[in-house]
Nanobody, 116 residues
């Protein structure tokens, strides 16, 4: 049974950093594109970044040059390093695993709050 478990969220001051982790189990990690999405109350979930099984990454314009997505195949884990955080980055962050057939999985989400 596939499972994605996020961790690392919390409260941070503007300009600070956080690293989110997403541990995957029950899937062949290497064939899944791993991604991060975020959602705030009353808004649709928005894409943040993703990384292919080969390590190619893409970012939303709002986070480019501040966030970095990495994957560790030995640990079946994907990370989101978030630097220079802004209040508008406050959201619940979700991990996603997807393959071209359309199959995908979601984690339960982790709250990130950027506030002084």
């Amino acid at each position: 049974q596939a499972q994605l478990v996020e961790s690392g969220g919390g409260l941070v001051q503007p300009g600070g950093s956080l690293r989110l982790s997403c541990a995957a189990s029950g899937i062949i990690f290497s064939i899944y594109r791993m991604g991060w999405y975020r959602q705030t109350p009353g808004k649709q979930r928005e894409w943040v970044a993703h990384i292919s099984g080969q390590g190619s990454s893409n970012y939303a314009d709002a986070v480019k040059d501040r966030f970095t997505i990495l994957r560790d195949s030995d640990k079946n884990t994907v990370y989101l390093q978030m630097n220079r955080l802004k209040p508008e980055d406050t959201a619940v962050y979700y991990c996603n695993a997807a393959i071209v057939s359309g199959r995908e999985y979601w984690g339960q989400g982790t709250q990130v709050t950027v506030s002084s």
